[in-house]
């Protein structure tokens, strides 16, 4: 095995150890590991509303300024 190859086999053994110690951490600080939860989200119908008020109040003032 000449030098070089040596030495990406040390740093994948480090990178891999690294990967570790990174989800390791990650879990006790709550993060996930990307996966998401299993379930639906709900949004109650008041949030649909806030969110659907603020997206026509977006889309007014986007076509008073093409008016303009």
Known sequence: MNPLSKTIQELEAQKAQIETA??????LNGASDGRRAKGTRRMSAEGRRRIAEAQRKRWAKFKS????
């Open 22 to 27: 990174i989800r390791t951490l990650q879990s």
């Open 65 to 68: 300024s093409k008016k303009s």
